[in-house]
């Protein structure tokens, strides 16, 4: 049985930027400016979901002083994270729109 990470939204939204080229590695950077995230936020969440068995990575074989920058580490789905990440992401989805129509009436009953 594989574990589900906390579905927060920077979770939700580099799990949407994975998926939008589900069979693309990306780089670190590229998941930040994909998810609109600081990288700050992004590596502790590909940490955890690699952790979990969703996200394989490796790094990238360059020789970082030709390239003239670090070494990249790329990720990309592992065989089950794709669909582990797709049920997630709808299961989210779901409990956010079980929330609204109570929100709402609290909202316009100045409940809050």
């Not at 979990?52 to 970082?64: H, M, Q, T, V, Y």
């Not at 920058?69 to 049920?87: L, N």
């Amino acid at each position: 049985m594989t574990r589900s990470p906390r579905m927060t939204l920077p979770t939700q939204l580099v799990l949407r930027a994975m998926l939008d080229d589900p069979a693309r590695e990306m780089y670190g950077l590229e998941i930040c400016a994909a998810a609109g995230l600081p990288s700050g936020t992004i590596h502790p969440i590909l940490a955890r979901l690699e952790g979990i068995g969703w996200l394989e990575s490796r790094w990238e074989d360059a020789d970082p002083h030709e390239q003239g920058r670090p070494r990249r580490r790329y990720y990309r789905f592992a065989p089950d994270g794709m669909e582990h990440a797709r049920i997630a992401l709808a299961q989210a989805h779901t409990k956010v729109s079980g929330l609204l129509p109570g929100l709402r009436r609290r909202l316009a009953g100045g409940g809050i």
